[in-house]
C-alpha cells in the first residue's frame, strides 16, 4: 500500500468515527428536552389536584368553622389566582417564579386553614376533612417529588447543553436549544422555622 491510500484510509476512518459518535449523541438532546418537559407536566398536574382539592377542604371547614371567613377567603383567593395563570414555559424564568409565588401563597393559605382546623375537635373527627387532609399532605408530598424529578431533569438537559459534546451538537443541530428554569427556594426557606406553644 502507498502512503496516500494509508492516508485516505485513515482520514475515512476518521470521517466514519465522527459519522457514529455524531449519530449516536443527535438525539440526546431533544430526548433530555422531553424529559424535562414530562417532569414540568407532572408538577402542574400535582399543583392542578391540590387545587382541585381545595373547594372540597373550604366547604367541609365552612360548616364547623364559619366565623373564620378570614383564612377562609384566603384560600380561596390563592386558589383563584392560581387557577387564572397559564401553566408557564419552563424556560422562562420570570413567569416560572410568578408561578412558584402564587403556588407559595396557596400553600401558606392551606397552612393556616388546617391550623384554624385544629380549633375544632369536631372538624378533626370528621371523616369527610380526614380524607382531604390525608390528600392533601399526599399531594404536598407528590409535588415534592415532581418538583425533585424536574429539578434532575432540568439539570441533566442544562448539562449537556452547557458540556463537550452536547454543545457542539446543541450549536449545529438544535440552535434554539436554551437551557431551561429550574426551582428557587423561597427567600428565608434555608431558616429554621420557629414553632411556639
Known sequence: ?????????????????????VFSNINTIPRQD??????????????QRRADLVP???????GYAAHEEKVLTEVTNAR?????????????????????????DLGGALSRLLVV????????ANENFLTLQSQLEGTENRISVARRDYIQA??????????FPGRLVAAIFYPDAKPKANFQAEPGAEKAPQVQF
Open 117 to 124: 382546623a385544629e380549633a375544632y375537635p369536631q372538624l378533626k
Open 1 to 21: 500500500m502507498s502512503n496516500g491510500r494509508v492516508v485516505l484510509w485513515g482520514i475515512l476512518a476518521v470521517i466514519l468515527l465522527v459519522g457514529v459518535w
Open 80 to 104: 383563584a389566582r392560581v387557577g387564572q395563570l397559564t401553566a408557564p414555559d419552563p424556560a422562562d424564568e420570570k413567569a416560572v417564579a410568578n408561578y412558584q409565588a402564587a403556588q407559595r
Open 34 to 47: 422531553e424529559a424535562a418537559n414530562a417532569a414540568w407536566s407532572q408538577v402542574l398536574n400535582q399543583y
Open 154 to 163: 432540568v439539570q441533566t438537559y442544562n448539562t449537556t447543553l452547557r458540556t
Open 56 to 62: 372540597n377542604l373550604v366547604a367541609t371547614v365552612k
